[in-house]
């Protein structure tokens, strides 16, 4: 059995950064990636520091990827699919190997909620449809945009959405009663329509471009798309250990980014904190720095 120092669950920017990190403390460690970082799917990203010019998702990961390699990372391209608290720390389960780890550190992620939409994966990819106005919303100014959202968090998202374009669109998912009459009337002022008729069907066409049929038989054409149903953290690796979550399950850690359950860390869009690559990385560096200094000393033999 392989026994390391940290166990770095998910193998996005979040989890190839502390590998970095711990490699370079000089630990053994070990990253489990099942090959579903949602930064795979970006097209390409603006708003990543140090890329001027951009950089897509793909291209981050191979980058990182190779960094933490120059250190001898040892890497499993599979699933942890248990883990368990041992005397000296976690068991896990790769898939049908097993390995023990003084330290975890959980970098899984979320997996978006996501609507009916024909190749979806293509459609992410091409831009078409986009997940993330934080990272990308300077990149549809002006252009003709739709979002499907929820009546509790659909009047911010507009509202944020607004200032980039004047063409934005309102596709309500779920009970439109509930959007209250003064969030309609800022709507209406700032020439927001709020489409209350359920969508039926949704069509990726050249362009790039989308339309949308509703269920009263109207078509709406735009350019891109934001599917805003919210996300759910990938922490079902934890089972019965029971952590401290927030309302959506997101994980609560401490400034060290540590858990409720000692030993276990997390770095992340799993955290309870901004979904962006950046803030993984600035956990991850906070989170190996404090399993290297949680660790026993290593002394140069």
Same mark, same amino acid.
């Given at each position: 059995?392989?026994?390391?120092?940290?166990?770095?669950?998910?193998?996005?920017?979040?989890?190839?950064?502390?590998?970095?990190?711990?490699?370079?403390?000089?630990?053994?460690?070990?990253?489990?990636?099942?090959?579903? +970082?949602?930064? +795979?799917?970006?097209?390409? +990203?603006?708003?990543?520091?140090?890329?001027?010019?951009?950089?897509?998702?793909?291209?981050?990961?191979?980058?990182?990827?190779?960094?933490?390699?120059?250190?001898?990372?040892?890497?499993?391209?599979?699933?942890?699919?248990?883990?368990?608290?041992?005397?000296?720390?976690?068991?896990?389960?790769?898939?049908?190997?097993?390995?023990?780890?003084?330290?975890?550190?959980?970098?899984?992620?979320?997996?978006?909620?996501?609507?009916?939409?024909?190749?979806?994966?293509?459609?992410?990819?091409?831009?078409?449809?986009?997940?993330?106005?934080?990272?990308?919303?300077?990149?549809?100014?002006?252009?003709?945009?739709?979002?499907?959202?929820?009546?509790?968090?659909?009047?911010?998202?507009?509202?944020?959405?607004?200032?980039?374009?004047?063409?934005?669109?309102?596709?309500?998912?779920?009970?439109?009663?509930?959007?209250?009459?003064?969030?309609?009337?800022?709507?209406?002022?700032?020439?927001?329509?709020?489409?209350? +008729?359920?969508?039926?069907?949704?069509?990726?066409?050249?362009?790039?471009?989308?339309?949308?049929?509703?269920?009263?038989?109207?078509?709406?054409?735009?350019?891109?798309?934001?599917?805003?149903?919210?996300?759910?953290?990938?922490?079902?690796?934890?089972?019965?250990?029971?952590?401290?979550?927030?309302?959506?399950?997101?994980?609560?850690?401490?400034?060290?980014?540590?858990?409720?359950?000692?030993?276990?860390?997390?770095?992340?869009?799993?955290?309870?904190?901004?979904?962006?690559?950046?803030?993984?990385?600035?956990?991850?560096?906070?989170?190996?720095?404090?399993?290297?200094?949680?660790?026993?000393?290593?002394?140069?033999?």
């Amino acid at each position: 059995m392989l026994e390391i120092d940290c166990a770095i669950v998910g193998g996005g920017p979040a989890g190839l950064t502390a590998a970095l990190y711990l490699a370079r403390f000089r630990r053994r460690i070990a990253v489990i990636d099942a090959g579903h +970082s949602r930064a +795979s799917l970006i097209p390409v +990203s603006h708003n990543y520091p140090g890329f001027p010019q951009g950089v897509s998702g793909q291209e981050l990961l191979q980058r990182l990827n190779a960094q933490a390699q120059q250190y001898g990372v040892h890497r499993f391209d599979g699933t942890a699919r248990s883990l368990a608290p041992t005397r000296d720390g976690f068991g896990l389960w790769v898939d049908d190997r097993p390995l023990q780890a003084t330290t975890v550190l959980l970098a899984t992620g979320v997996v978006d909620r996501k609507p009916a939409i024909p190749d979806l994966r293509a459609a992410t990819r091409a831009g078409t449809v986009r997940w993330c106005p934080i990272c990308d919303g300077y990149e549809v100014a002006g252009q003709r945009v739709a979002m499907i959202c929820a009546p509790g968090q659909g009047y911010a998202h507009a509202l944020f959405l607004r200032t980039y374009t004047d063409q934005l669109s309102w596709f309500v998912h779920g009970d439109a009663t509930q959007i209250a009459e003064t969030q309609r009337a800022t709507l209406a002022e700032l020439r927001i329509p709020v489409i209350e +008729s359920p969508i039926t069907e949704i069509q990726v066409l050249n362009g790039p471009q989308v339309r949308l049929l509703t269920q009263d038989g109207e078509w709406h054409c735009v350019d891109t798309v934001y599917p805003m149903l919210g996300c759910d953290p990938r922490v079902e690796l934890l089972g019965g250990l029971e952590p401290a979550r927030d309302e959506f399950q997101y994980l609560y850690v401490d400034e060290h980014q540590r858990t409720s359950i000692p030993g276990i860390y997390a770095a992340g869009d799993v955290v309870h904190a901004l979904n962006q690559m950046s803030v993984g990385a600035a956990h991850a560096a906070t989170a190996a720095t404090a399993i290297h200094h949680a660790l026993p000393r290593n002394y140069w033999a």
